[in-house]
T-cell receptor
């Protein structure tokens, strides 16, 4: 059983469209991270959020941590082919430093 | 600053053999974690080392083991390989044990035949 569930699992959109990826759990997390992974490579850290309700923006990417620190979302505006990849959320809990990874969302942006 | 490096990048082994993978963290990072990534199970935590001591351990059998050296470099070993051990093995480093941010290496692709 995965502690963090992501939706959708797969997403294929046209260049220029907007999209939102969700990361949900029934557990509380002390921090939550988002990564992007390209084929054959390791995940690359995009952002870390630690405060409930926190919103962070990174160019066309907007990340939000839920008020109860149980969920998070990643919104991409005007998607580009370079955004293609596997998006992973990961969280840590107060009980330890172990990172729990979400199930992943595979995004394809079609030119 | 150099990133996390992992060697080898690709490895093919036969069932029953053992394998050792190596990870060099970012300079100044003292915590190293290992993960297994498969299409079916996703990214799963194996263990974490800090100051040459295993601090956290995931739910994997004892065939999976690791160690960390005084220069923070880490190795993981898998003994008596099984077909199901075929995966991408990722190493991640962070500055301290309680750091919220970790940085991944490119991984070692292990194929067991």
């Amino acid at each position: 059983t995965q502690l963090l569930e992501q939706s959708p699992q797969f997403l294929s959109i046209q260049e220029g469209e907007n999209l939102t990826v969700y990361c949900n759990s029934s557990s509380v997390f002390s921090s939550l991270q988002w990564y992007r992974q390209e084929p054959g490579e390791g995940p690359v850290l995009l952002v870390t959020v630690v405060t409930g309700g926190e919103v962070k923006k990174l160019k066309r990417l907007t990340f939000q941590f839920g008020d109860a620190r149980k969920d998070s979302s990643l919104h991409i505006t005007a998607a580009q082919p370079g955004d293609t990849g596997l998006y992973l959320c990961a969280g840590t809990q107060n009980t330890g430093n172990q990172f729990y990874f979400g199930t992943g969302t595979s995004l394809t942006v079609i030119p | 600053k150099a990133g996390v490096t992992q060697t080898p990048r690709y490895l093919i082994k036969t069932r029953g053999q053992q394998v050792t993978l190596s990870c060099s963290p970012i300079s100044g990072h003292r915590s190293v974690s290992w993960y297994q990534q498969t299409p079916g199970q996703g990214l799963q935590f194996l263990f974490e080392y800090f100051s040459e001591t295993q601090r956290n351990k995931g739910n994997f059998p004892g065939r999976f083991s690791g160690r960390q050296f005084s220069n923070s470099r880490s190795e993981m070993n898998v003994s008596t390989l099984e077909l199901g051990d075929s995966a991408l093995y990722l190493c991640a480093s962070s500055k301290t044990l309680s750091s919220y941010e970790q940085y991944f290496g490119p991984g070692t692709r292990l194929t067991v035949t």
